[in-house]
């Protein structure tokens, strides 16, 4: 069964709680639970966050060489906006990953405007909340069976 990996970085462990206006009130639990449930039997996920840096470079590395994972998908929270390191790490890995933000950044502050991922990404998902992510699933599972 193919795998994908879904990574969570600084801040996401807090939704639900933090900013619910911006991030709305579901939490990442509810978000991985649902989640589990609609893919179930399609696909095997393997949820990750971290506020540190180096731990999601390191998670992001570790699917090097590993042919059942087929793709990530990936919001790098606030390191969208700063981190070459996790960039590079992405880059390095060759599988296909889409980039989610809950929020439209592009609705928001300048800087926020700014990914050093899209580029990089199959495809870029902004502003649709939780449903992002099973959109972005979706279609890494539809571009595994092309």
Partial sequence: MPQILIINGPNLNLLGAREPETYGSTTLAEIE??????????????????????????????????????????????????????????AAVDKPFIEVHLSNVFAREEFRHVSYFSDLAAGVISGLGPAGYGAAVDVLLERASA
């Avoid at 649902?34 to 540190?52: A, I």
């Avoid at 087929?70 to 790490?89: C, E, K, Q």
């Fill in 33 to 90: 639970d649902g989640l589990r449930q609609r893919f179930s039997g399609r696909c095997e996920m393997e949820f990750f966050q971290s506020n540190h840096e180096g731990e999601l470079i390191d998670r992001v590395q570790s699917v090097l060489g590993n042919d059942d994972v087929i793709g990530f998908v990936m919001n790098p929270g606030g390191f969208t906006h700063t981190s070459v390191a996790l960039r590079d790490a992405v």
